[in-house]
């Protein structure tokens, strides 16, 4: 049997409202507008080979030990739910910044499933590979089907696919890695208690992009004060963004990546550009999300 393949997109947290913290796992609870974008890592499996994954690529190094990787640690949550299950030798192309608040792990943990469901003849709405999802980490199962779409809970709740127009960005990593934890921790909330704010924009399916960044700007990523912080440069990367003319600039996830809206495909390339040449060490993409 040949080789399987996939692409695991960066993740990118259009909006983020935490809504407060839930009692028993201390997990916060969140609504996010969730989106994909082209720049992505990339997953292979060869059925013929035993289990096992091997990684290469220019963030090998940061993605930490590869027994501890989310690839295995869903492949083998997946084999010990699923009797019998068919499985292989990952080889990982690691190119999406580690610890940047777009869910590389979290992708390349759910192209995992996608390969494994593939090879075995499974759904990905099978109970298990659902199951699995959740328990490798709150960003897998909004990952699964890479499609805009709302997330909300702690990330087990998702949306359908919303069907937006793509829309052309630029994706910036200053280079500090930033772990999740730290960053909802600095936001303070006590196990059971709300945070306060306006409530999140309704985004319903096929909404226009004139409409969408409407309701995008009215949105927040309550993250972003938390993540400050903890690391400062965040603010230089969006400062550097809105000196390149974008419609919305704004942090994803626990950062510290920050991504930017443009009018089109033209003025996003060109902005890379001169972000690039500004800011040689920084990770600089321009790409579309979707
Ligand atoms: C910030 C987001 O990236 C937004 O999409 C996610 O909520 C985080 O997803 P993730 O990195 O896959 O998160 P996990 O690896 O499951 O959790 C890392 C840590 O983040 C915190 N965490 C995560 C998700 C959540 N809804 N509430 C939390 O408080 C917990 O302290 C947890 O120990
Ligand atoms: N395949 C993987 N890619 C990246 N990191 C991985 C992977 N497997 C395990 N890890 C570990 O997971 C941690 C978080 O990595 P990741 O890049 O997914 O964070 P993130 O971008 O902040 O994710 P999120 O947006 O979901 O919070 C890293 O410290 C790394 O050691």
Redesign the pocket.
Known sequence: MPLLADRAPA?V?LT?HVLG??VG??????E?L?AFAGTADRLTLDPAAPLGLTVSGPTAGPAGPTDDNLVLRAARGLAARVPGLRVGAFHLVKRLPVAA?I?G??SDAAAALRLLARLNGLSLDHEAVGAVARE?????P?CLVPRARM?R???EEIGPALGLAPLPAVLINPGVPV???P???ALGLAAGQDLPGAPHPTIPQDMATGALLEALAGARND?EAPALTVAPVIGDALKALRGQGCRLARM???GATVFALFADRRAAVRAAAALRTAHPAWWVAPTFLR
């Open positions: 993740k947290n983020l913290r839930r796992d201390g997990y916060h609870v969140l996010s969730v608040g869910g792990g979290s490798t980490g709150a960003d897998v909004v997330m809970g702690a990330g772990p999740t934890a960053v909802f921790k993250l994803s996830g626990s």
